[in-house]
């Protein structure tokens, strides 16, 4: 138990030490450009949605979802606003990572329209302006999510 607790209290102050190194991802004042394709229990979700930097470690912003159903043959479109803190300064992680998670509200058509979701998600860039996102989520919204973010 000792050898646990000497560990894991190594971890903590490492990852304390190091959080002075971290990056945010976005700096306040940028943007990036989000798309690609979820997966989730009533739909297909295509989404496209743009993130405001208005911290260095908060983004805020609209996304648009348009989900097909195979089941009830219907398309739904809904709009969604979202807000995510960036734990990269936090945990000491390069700007080239992302690791995030915040909520998202919003509404779509059928169904019962309210759309209430958590997310926690990364990114990684592979060079100053493109990235890959992975995203899961939880609520009325999808289940998870994979895309191409750019920075502008």
Do not use: C
């Amino acid at each position: 138990m000792k050898k646990i607790s000497l560990l894991i209290s190594m971890l903590l102050i490492s990852g304390f030490t190091f959080a002075q190194e971290g990056e945010a991802p976005l700096h306040k004042g940028q943007k990036q450009l989000n798309f690609g394709l979820g997966s989730g229990y009533n739909g297909l979700p295509v989404y496209g949605g743009v993130d405001f930097a208005v911290s260095n470690d908060v983004t805020i912003g609209p996304v648009l979802q348009m989900r097909f159903d195979n089941e009830d043959k219907y398309i739904n479109l809904g709009g969604v606003f979202r807000g995510d803190y960036h734990f990269n300064r936090i945990i000491g992680i390069p700007n080239n990572f992302d690791f995030y998670a915040g909520g998202s509200l919003g509404f779509f058509t059928g169904g019962n329209g309210l759309y209430l979701s958590a997310q926690v998600g990364g990114r990684w860039y592979w060079d100053e302006k493109w990235g890959l996102n992975v995203e899961l989520g939880g609520g009325t919204g999808y289940g998870g999510a994979i895309g191409v973010s750019m920075k502008f």
